[in-house]
């Protein structure tokens, strides 16, 4: 993982030119979003483990 001032640092080079907020931003959105395939995979384990909880009380 990267430390804090790396981070800054590659924002930093990637925003540089005419356009710095709009480089900016799209940079800074990317590092904050999740591929949807992750999320949904979470979702079907959270799932799974209500089911198999619920069948262990009625059981």
Not at 2 to 12: D, F, G, R, V
Not at 19 to 48: G, H, M, Y
């Amino acid at each position: 993982m990267k430390s804090q001032a790396e981070t800054i640092a590659e924002l930093n080079a990637r925003c540089t030119g005419p356009n710095q907020f709009e480089n900016f931003d799209r940079a800074f959105r990317k590092s904050l979003t999740v591929p949807k395939e992750a999320i949904l995979k979470e979702e079907a384990n959270r799932k799974r483990a209500r089911a198999r909880k619920r069948a262990r009380k009625t059981g």
